[in-house]
């Protein structure tokens, strides 16, 4: 199956909350299989951001917790990130959570919705 980049980004925190829960053993081993293939894109990800930020001129902060993109290149990056998460991967088949019975709040949900499906 296919996903955008930026599916898996805003998916992670709620892959990491549905690893918490009890699954049936199944299900657990699927969600382990996702969570290791979604591990590596955003790995994969996040070089090529740092590339990308890399090319525009962007350095450090002072406190070193972010890039300071050049008022001239913000565009051109703008541009090329939104390529970027739009890059489609490959990942397991949605998985099926229907019948588990768990408890996921509704934005969590929503972030998994490329990655699992439910039989109301």
């Known amino acids: 199956m296919k996903v955008r980049l930026e599916n898996i980004l ?8 549905l690893a918490k829960k009890d699954l049936k053993i199944a299900t657990a081993y699927k969600v382990a299989k996702l969570i290791k293939v979604v591990a590596a894109e955003v790995e994969l990800f996040n070089e090529q951001r740092i590339k990308l930020l890399q090319s525009v001129g962007s350095t450090l902060s002072e406190d070193g917790t972010q890039y300071l ?8 990056f703008a541009k090329s990130f939104t390529e970027l998460v739009s890059v489609e991967v490959d990942v397991p088949d949605k998985i099926n959570v229907s019948g588990e019975d768990i408890s996921i709040s509704p934005d969590l949900l929503m972030a998994l919705e490329a990655f699992v499906e439910i039989e109301v």
Request: no cysteine; glycine share 0%.
């Open 10 to 17: 805003d998916a992670q925190t709620a892959l990491a909350e």
């Open 69 to 76: 993109i050049p008022n001239d290149k913000k565009a051109e």
